[in-house]
Structure formats: C-alpha cells, structure tokens
C-alpha cells in the first residue's frame, strides 16, 4: 500500500483547510487510518483515527472540535477536515494504515502498517 497525503498549505489563523490522503496499490477498507503531525522541533503526535467503516473516530483533545477526520472507502481516501486553525497547528501532516484498534494506532503508532509521505501545513499567526 501506497498512502499519499496532500491539501497542506500555507494559511492565515482561523482559516480552514482539508487533508486528503490517497491509498493505492491496495483498497484500504479493513484498515484504521489516522492522522499524525510533526511540529518543527517536536516529536510526531497522534491526530485522529478512524475505525475501517467510518462509524467510529477519534480526535485528541487539542483538535476536538475543530478538526474531522472522515474516510470515503468507494474512493480509498481518507481526509481530515481542519477548522479554525491555530498557529500551534503548524506541522507536517501524516497519515498512516494500522491493522488494528484506534486504540492501538493512538498509542502505539510506530505499529502502523503504512505511512504516507507528508503534507505540511503552515499557519500564520
């Protein structure tokens, strides 16, 4: 599996932009898919996940509310919807295919199956 993540950019504080990333090689459907950032200077820090069919999700607390993290199984795409963004929301932005649990991919990242190569995002304050 390929996973691609594009949509980063450089945006103004408050503004809003949509994360996508493209699996290939492979459908994706029986994988949780999550989102990973790294801020400059900073260790990778778990975003949010989302279970196989889209009926579960989770977001840590930092970006509750503001960001959604969706997938679309038909299109092999998974995209996180980042609202209301914040000058602390600056990283590169990574997404990520685990065989297992949310749990499992919030806790134990370094577990994940697959990795996509990185979309950065930055904010301006």
């Known amino acids: 599996v390929q996973l691609q993540a594009f949509g980063g950019g450089f945006v103004k504080a408050g503004d809003s932009l949509r994360l996508s990333c493209a699996a290939s090689?492979?459908?994706?459907?029986?994988?949780?898919m999550g989102w990973f950032r790294q801020a400059p200077g900073k260790e990778r820090e778990f975003v949010a996940a989302i279970n196989w069919n889209g009926s579960s999700a989770y977001h840590t607390d930092s970006v509750k509310v503001r960001f959604t993290i969706s997938r679309d199984n038909a299109k092999n795409t998974v995209h996180l919807q980042m609202n209301s963004l914040k000058f602390d929301d600056t990283a590169v932005y990574y997404c990520?295919?685990?065989?297992?649990?949310?749990?499992?991919?919030?806790?134990?990242?370094?577990?994940?199956?697959?990795w996509g190569q990185g979309t950065l995002v930055t904010v301006s304050s």
């Open positions: 990520a295919a685990m065989r297992g649990s949310i749990e499992s991919m919030a806790r134990f990242p370094e577990k994940s199956d697959f």
């Open positions: 090689g492979r459908t994706v459907d029986d994988f949780t």
